[in-house]
């Protein structure tokens, strides 16, 4: 997982988010009661973020007991529940392969500042690191379980349906200053009035009122906040999702300190078949508010 992917908090996690006050984390301690009633037990069509490697099956596996280690504030995919268990998609992913591969998982939730220091005394398996040069040096990845999804916001009154330059010219489109967002927008929509703010609230305050035509951002934390309170039921996506794996998109991913082979691919083919069952879309549907893909 990396933490230069989303925007979740800085500009941490490409694969994650890049957070920030009114990101996926805040909203989630908010609307939990909300999400948890507005989630159905159908299955969520989800995008297939990773290639299923069918070679990829380990000839052995008998350890005992993995230990996996995830940063305790980074909702939704990992945090520190009421009662101080682990909680998250990160979380509950990691339990059901261990599950598939019939070990035991011990999930132990570390501040983010602590969890490089930890990972590499543990030999396990850690999720939430800066995907970086120094991370890669020391570990290996598994293949991505997400990719963040920029996506189009637009007041509920908007009569804009497709995305399009020649749709866009003269629109004002609001977007976090400095990011990977705001980069993607100038490559391709010139003729656009790009307004960076300097924050997603920012921008999203600035969409409820009136003030730009659209927001551009990190789909996961709009749901959130579109389907929470501050948004006053004002806005609605436009269709269309976009990747860009340079700029936003990175993925979201564990790590296995390099030189573990043999977990780093037992890891993988469990993943392979968390999503090829469908388990793995069950347990990311459990923990948003909707669709955004």
Known sequence: MFRDSFAVRSALLAFLLAASATGPASLWAQDQAAITASTTEETPPLPRFRHIDL?????????????VLVDDDFAPFSYAGAAGEAKG???ETAEAVCAELRTKCNVVLMPWEKLSGGASNSGGVVAGLRLDDKTLSQFQPTRPIYRAIGRFVARKDNELTAITPD???????????????????????ADAEIVP???LGEAEDALRGAKVDLLFGDGLQLVYWM?????????????????DNALFSRPYVFLVRRGDDELRQAFDYALDQLQESGSYARIFGRYIPGRFW
Do not use: H, M
């Open 55 to 67: 070679a990829g099956k380990p000839t052995s596996f008998t350890r005992e007991s993995v230990i």
């Open 89 to 91: 998609i990160a979380v």
């Open 167 to 189: 749709e866009l010219d003269g629109k004002r489109i609001a977007v976090i200053g400095g990011s990977g967002y705001e980069t993607w927008l100038t490559r391709n929509f």
């Open 197 to 199: 703010f300097p924050t």
């Open 227 to 243: 389907r929470g309170e501050a948004s006053q039921n004002c806005c609605k996506y436009i269709e269309g999702a976009y990747y």
